[in-house]
T-cell receptor, first 115, second 111 residues
């Protein structure tokens, strides 16, 4: 019944590894997002996809690569993990992009710890 | 570049009090503004969405106002309850689908 679900909830890994975080939404939304919450609790958008197409790509290292196999999924793959990648990553979805009524629904977050 | 600030950073009130949380943003060219609550270890829950053409929105004990020209929004919580304890975030949605969040206000409602 969860609207936006992320897996895993916790991820602990070594520096240099490659890892993926999965996100799925069952709301029938067209737009999905990835956010990073830093140690100061600021949430910053990383990527946004609308109908499987990239529409926002903020200044994010190219080690981060989003993949959208279909409208309901937006996975985040991270190569060569670094200590500074440790954060909580949130996935979200909304009915449309650039629309006034785009209430976002968020997943529970994935806490990534890079050792 | 849009910047969002929230005051106060933390607030502790006794149960039953009415309270106001403040949000300020530097660029008034926004589509909408959303208020969220974040509970420890959980995701964000959208509380209210105010479109740029609106001045306020109400949901139950919550009322959010928006003054776009002055770059301010307030979230009013009436008759606070211990269950309202959480971090409250405001986020502005600017043109180009750029969502910027404030740092949040951590609210504690004491029984």
């Amino acid at each position: 019944d969860t609207a936006v679900s992320q897996t895993p909830k916790y991820l602990v890994t070594q520096m240099g590894n490659d890892k993926s975080i999965k996100c799925e939404q069952n709301l029938g939304h067209d737009t999905m997002y990835w956010y990073k919450q830093d140690s100061k609790k600021f949430l910053k958008i990383m990527f946004s996809y609308n109908n499987k197409e990239l529409i926002i790509n903020e200044t994010v290292p190219n080690r981060f690569s989003p993949k959208s196999p279909d409208k309901a999924h937006l996975n985040l793959h991270i190569n060569s993990l670094e200590l500074g990648d440790s954060a909580v990553y949130f996935c979200a979805s909304s009915q449309g992009a650039g629309l006034a009524k785009n209430i976002q629904y968020f997943g529970a977050g994935t806490r990534l710890s890079v050792l | 570049k849009q910047e969002v600030t929230q005051i106060p950073a933390a607030l502790s009130v006794p149960e039953g009090e009415n309270l106001v949380l403040n949000c300020s943003f530097t660029d008034s060219a926004i589509y909408n503004l959303q208020w969220f609550r974040q509970d420890p270890g959980k995701g964000l829950t959208s509380l209210l969405l105010i479109q740029s053409s609106q001045r306020e929105q109400t949901s139950g004990r919550l009322n959010a106002s928006l003054d776009k020209s002055s770059g301010r929004s307030t979230l009013y919580i009436a008759a606070s309850q211990p269950g309202d304890s959480a971090t409250y975030l405001c986020a502005v949605n600017g043109y180009g689908q750029n969502f910027v969040f404030g740092p949040g206000t951590r609210l504690s409602v004491l029984p």
